[in-house]
């Protein structure tokens, strides 16, 4: 399994280097997409078919989960692995903010608008790969979702973002850290 910031069950703290580990609970073996490396590497990828990117977003540019995703993205891209992303749905479901910052991977708003599914295609789409690459890309639908639907997460996606509000006020308050 692969851990992003947050670590694989999402309690480590923002920025907290996550280390490769087992799991506590299963004892299944933990690769940090946060701590040496964000992108999985050749021999991590070698014995692997595909990846399923299961993670849950909060819509805003600077959640470090679309950077990890890009970089799963790319890693699948240059290893021809094959991508299964399990969409859902976007807590922060409009476009608003500044689409250009130091903080982000692409030009997009801060708040983008898009469901992670979405935006990987148009990562895809747009060719947003380095080198023009395009990954093996699938996406499971979200299903009983529409866009302009109000979401509330039921399992918090990291420490510091317990409740919808947390979430709705992230988007205006994170540029202060």
């Known amino acids: 399994v692969f851990a992003p910031e947050h670590g694989f069950r999402g309690d480590a703290d923002a920025g907290e280097t996550i280390r490769n580990g087992k799991d506590t609970r299963t004892g299944i073996p933990i690769l940090s997409l946060y701590g040496k490396n964000k992108k999985p590497t050749v021999t991590q990828l070698q014995d692997i078919d595909l990846i399923v990117f299961d993670i849950q977003d909060v819509g805003a540019r600077f959640y470090t989960y679309i950077s990890t995703m890009q970089y799963v993205m790319e890693a699948c891209a240059e290893n021809r692995k094959q991508l ?3 969409d859902r749905p976007n807590p922060c479901d409009y476009v608003d903010g500044p689409v250009r910052s130091f903080v982000g991977m692409h030009a997009i708003p801060i708040l983008h ?5 979405e935006l990987a295609q148009m990562i895809n789409g747009e060719g947003w790969l380095p080198n023009g690459k395009k990954c093996a890309l699938t996406v499971i639908p979200v299903e ?34």
Request: glycine share 10%.
């Open 144 to 177: 009983g979702w529409k866009h302009g639907q109000p979401y509330s997460l039921p399992v918090k996606p990291s420490p510091n973002l317990p409740n919808d509000q947390a979430i709705a006020l992230y988007p205006s308050l994170c540029p202060f850290e």
């Open 84 to 86: 299964v992303i399990t």
């Open 113 to 117: 608008g898009c469901t992670v599914g």
